[in-house]
């Protein structure tokens, strides 16, 4: 069975572009959540989403970031304009009703 | 400050010996999960633990929650180089929802044939 899906896997970019990341959850699966990983943070909440619609962004940085999800098979995270500090690991995952946690492999963000 | 401080933030042992690996926070959590990332990975669930004082046992691996559910311990017994990994913790707290899990800094565990 497939997993969760990220993409891209890697992204390098300079200050100042957008940035768009893509996530596709398990099928049959209606809770998706967007984190980001770093050395000094570690692993934080950015946003929620239940049966598609947002329900807690109060992770999310600042207005630079936003996230969609316009169906129940795809979410994005858009980042405009990047920043240098927003280097980091971002993970997608998705479960069941909020149930047990479903991690994606990550999308690793380089802002130069 | 972490809400869930983990120690130690790096263990690197020989193989067969025996580690604990500790998560603490001042606040009670409603359930605990403990998780383990490799690199390149995104980080898999190993357990949760909802009860104080729930020990569960997986193979070599045992995991307790304290009795406030405020702390919780993993113990790797003869540990084997396949367990090199990152072990997170990340716990529910109580009033705020399963959904919103508070994760610790992790512990970057490499075992040494």
């Known amino acids: 069975d497939a997993g969760v899906i990220q993409s891209p896997r890697h992204e390098v970019t300079e200050m100042g572009q957008e940035v768009t990341l893509r996530c596709k959850p398990i099928s049959g699966h209606n809770s998706l959540f967007w984190y980001r990983q770093t050395m000094m943070r570690g692993l934080e909440l950015l946003i929620y989403f239940n049966n598609n619609v947002p329900i807690d962004d109060s992770g999310m940085p600042e207005d630079r970031f936003s996230a969609k999800m316009p169906n129940a098979s795809f979410s994005t995270l858009k980042i405009q304009p990047s920043e240098p500090r927003d280097s980091a690991v971002y993970f997608c995952?998705?479960?069941?009703?909020?149930?047990?946690?479903?991690f994606g492999e990550g999308s690793r963000l380089t802002v130069l | 400050t972490q809400l869930l401080e983990q120690s130690p933030q790096f263990l690197s042992i020989q193989e067969g010996e025996n580690l604990t690996v500790y998560c603490n926070s001042s606040?009670?959590?409603?359930?605990l999960q403990w998780y383990r990332q490799e690199p390149g990975e995104g980080p898999v669930l190993l357990v949760t633990v909802v009860t104080g004082g729930e020990v569960k046992k997986l193979k070599r691996l045992t995991f307790q929650f304290g009795d406030a559910r405020k702390d919780s311990s993993l113990h790797i017994t003869a540990a084997q180089p396949g367990d090199t990994g990152l072990y997170l913790c990340?716990?529910?707290?109580?009033?705020?929802?399963?959904?919103?899990?508070?994760f610790g800094q992790g512990t970057r565990l490499t075992i040494n044939p």
């Open positions: 995952a998705s479960s069941i009703n909020r149930g047990k946690l479903f």
């Open positions: 990340a716990g529910a707290r109580v009033g705020v929802g399963a959904q919103k899990l508070v």
């Open positions: 606040s009670v959590f409603s359930s």
